[in-house]
Antibody
Framework: QITLKESGPTLVKPTQTLTLTCHFSGFSLSTDGVGVGWIRQSPEKALEWLALIYWDDDERYNPSLRSRLTITKDTSRNQVGLTMTNMDPMDTATYYC???????????????????WGQGTLVTVSS | QSVLTQPPSASGTPGQRVTISCSGSNSNIGSNTVNWYQQLPGSAPKLLIYVNDQRPSGVPDRFSGSKSGTSASLAISGLQSEDEADYYCATWADTLSGPFVFGAGTKVTVL
């Protein structure tokens, strides 16, 4: 059974750096065709994909946020981290950790879809 | 402004068939597979359809997906009260660093 759970601060101040951790179980991030990513949802309910780290250490980022994001993985501890710098009130959102899996007969970073989601963690950016 | 266009709302009575459209372009839906997510109130999104028309185990067969050219559709047959939720289409943008993109979502109301 695949589960993911996000942890991190619920409140950050503008200009601060947000650090989130995803603890997962039920799979290994060293398995071919597996990835873990982050997606956020604004209070207005818009979904925005942020980043994805693959089983082979490759990384993919949303170009619109690339300069502010870093995704990391600790395979031995079943954890994936996300840091986002220079937080702004517009970054207030629920942040989800997601399990990615590569679809059959496909190779490349865009062959993945997200089949399991964590419960999400609400991060508010306010002074 | 999302690159994938969905109607903001759709509705139907129990037992009816409801269809939700998702319109894109050659650089997203036209060149990648489409996924659909269901988000019940207060819950995280859940994968409903992947690779255009595949249902994960546990998803009722009254949910079906299709894709044609630069558009995709989600159909709910035999609408039930528990289907009242937000539905999002999603795919990859086909650029070198193309992000995974979502539609703005469609709120389905069961009348």
């Amino acid at each position: 059974q695949i589960t993911l759970k996000e942890s991190g601060p619920t409140l950050v101040k503008p200009t601060q750096t947000l650090t989130l951790t995803c603890h997962f179980s039920g799979f290994s991030l060293s398995t071919d065709g597996v990835g873990v990513g982050w997606i956020r949802q604004s209070p207005e309910k818009a979904l925005e994909w942020l980043a994805l780290i693959y089983w082979d250490d490759d990384e993919r980022y949303n170009p619109s946020l690339r300069s502010r994001l870093t995704i990391t993985k600790d395979t031995s501890r079943n954890q994936v981290g996300l840091t986002m710098t220079n937080m702004d009130p517009m970054d207030t959102a629920t942040y989800y950790c997601v399990h990615g899996v590569r679809r059959r007969h496909c190779s490349g970073g865009r062959c993945y879809y997200f089949d399991y989601w964590g419960q999400g963690t609400l991060v508010t950016v306010s002074s | 402004q999302s690159v994938l266009t969905q109607p903001p709302s759709a509705s139907g009575t129990p037992g009816q068939r409801v269809t939700i459209s998702c319109s894109g372009s050659n650089s997203n839906i036209g060149s990648n597979t489409v996924n659909w997510y269901q988000q019940l109130p207060g819950s995280a999104p859940k994968l409903l359809i992947y690779v255009n028309d595949q249902r994960p185990s546990g998803v009722p067969d009254r949910f079906s997906g299709s894709k044609s050219g630069t558009s995709a559709s989600l159909a709910i047959s035999g609408l039930q009260s528990e289907d009242e939720a937000d539905y999002y289409c999603a795919t990859w943008a086909d650029t070198l660093s193309g992000p995974f993109v979502f539609g703005a979502g469609t709120k389905v109301t069961v009348l």
